[in-house]
């Protein structure tokens, strides 16, 4: 099969496509033939040695597709089911082994661009917005890149909940898209942020700041939250948080922060496949609608890289015809 291998650290040119062996599936997977491929962040961390990873290696843990086999003890799937995941590795791949465990079923009415684009940031928003904070209708709530895949789809969840949205951007081009996500207030990274969010609320603060930005954001929303309020830290995009003493959320308002992370609420299937339905519902039924800001050919995986350099567009210099 064609896949995308790289077999050297450094930047969007060691994205090489290498034509390697069918992978195998083992008796609990799947073997899916991928009709689209999650391209996330973090494969930006692997690639450049961030993050440590055995070369060579094929990026990737998101995508969707179609089973062609299934383990001899998978019962929940069969071939020609329509599947999305997150979790499983190898996807820059025309065929991924994906376990039965992470494979979520796709609804009709889910394109596969949408399902490979759903799970990690829509899975990340739902635990948000229910779990981490349950938002509750009358809420004033702060997102943080709010343009953002996780911030467009947790505005969107939040105001379903019934809460007003205030959300951070650093473009107009981004404003746009985060009020049509739904946004109330739209606030720039240079603004005073805090200071604006109180005058907002009439000097309350917020009931929850959802901080994925972390390190250049981190103190604007300790001082946006209100008395009792939540601080939800899940993501460090502009780099980490330092050393934090706790004592500071006692005069800051008796403060709640916590780190979440996607595995501890996605820990067993029956939590999983609820989140995933949800997400998967509200697709389908028009109520959700996940961004999905430019699709490549696999043989330009590193035009897709290249694209971050440039705002997520597509790259004018890019050789594919489709592009």
């Known amino acids: 099969m064609r896949a995308i291998q790289v077999s050297r650290l450094g930047d969007p040119n060691v994205l090489e496509v290498a034509v390697i062996p069918d992978p195998q599936p083992g008796p609990a997977d799947l073997l899916v033939r991928t009709e689209a491929i999650g391209v996330n962040f973090i494969d930006t961390y692997f690639r450049t040695g961030v993050y440590a990873h055995p070369l060579p290696y094929v990026p990737g843990d998101e995508g969707s597709g179609v089973v062609e086999t299934v383990g001899a003890d998978v019962r929940d799937f069969a071939p020609g089911d329509r599947v999305a995941w997150c979790g499983a590795s190898g996807n820059y791949a025309e065929k991924v082994v994906v376990p039965a465990a992470v494979a979520i079923a796709v609804p009709e009415g889910v394109p596969?661009?949408?399902?490979?684009?759903?799970?990690?940031?829509?899975?990340?928003?739902?635990?948000?917005?229910?779990?981490?904070?349950?938002?509750?209708?009358?809420?004033?709530?702060?997102?943080?890149?709010?343009?953002?895949?996780?911030?467009?789809?947790?505005?969107?969840?939040?105001?379903?909940?019934?809460?007003?949205?205030?959300?951070?951007?650093?473009?107009?081009?981004?404003?746009?898209?985060?009020?049509?996500?739904?946004?109330?207030?739209?606030?720039?990274?240079?603004?005073?942020?805090?200071?604006?969010?109180?005058?907002?609320?009439?000097?309350?603060?917020?009931?929850?700041?959802?901080?994925?930005?972390?390190?250049?954001?981190?103190?604007?929303?300790?001082?946006?939250?209100?008395?009792?309020?939540?601080?939800?830290?899940?993501?460090?995009?502009?780099?980490?948080?330092?050393?934090?003493?706790?004592?500071?959320?006692?005069?800051?308002?008796?403060?709640?922060?916590?780190?979440?992370?996607?595995?501890?609420?996605?820990?067993?299937?029956?939590?999983?496949?609820?989140?995933?339905?949800?997400?998967?519902?509200?697709?389908?039924?028009?109520s959700l609608h996940v961004r999905v800001g430019a699709q490549y050919p696999l043989e330009c995986a590193a035009d897709a890289h290249r694209a971050w350099r440039a705002g997520g567009r597509p790259v004018p210099s890019c050789s594919c015809p489709d592009n």
Do not use: M
């Not at 702060?142 to 969107?156: K, R, S």
């Open 112 to 286: 596969a661009p949408q399902a490979a684009s759903a799970l990690a940031q829509g899975l990340t928003a739902h635990y948000l917005a229910n779990s981490t904070y349950p938002v509750q209708s009358g809420d004033t709530v702060l997102v943080h890149a709010g343009a953002g895949g996780v911030g467009l789809l947790l505005t969107q969840l939040a105001t379903r909940l019934g809460a007003r949205v205030i959300t951070t951007v650093s473009s107009d081009p981004k404003e746009k898209l985060s009020r049509e996500a739904g946004a109330a207030e739209v606030l720039r990274y240079d603004d005073d942020i805090a200071a604006r969010v109180r005058e907002l609320t009439d000097g309350e603060g917020v009931a929850v700041a959802y901080d994925g930005v972390g390190a250049s954001t981190f103190e604007a929303s300790l001082a946006s939250v209100r008395i009792r309020g939540t601080l939800a830290l899940f993501g460090a995009a502009s780099g980490l948080v330092p050393p934090f003493d706790p004592q500071r959320l006692n005069p800051a308002g008796s403060l709640f922060l916590t780190r979440p992370t996607l595995a501890h609420y996605v820990r067993t299937r029956e939590e999983l496949t609820w989140r995933a339905g949800e997400v998967f519902g509200a697709i389908a039924d028009g």
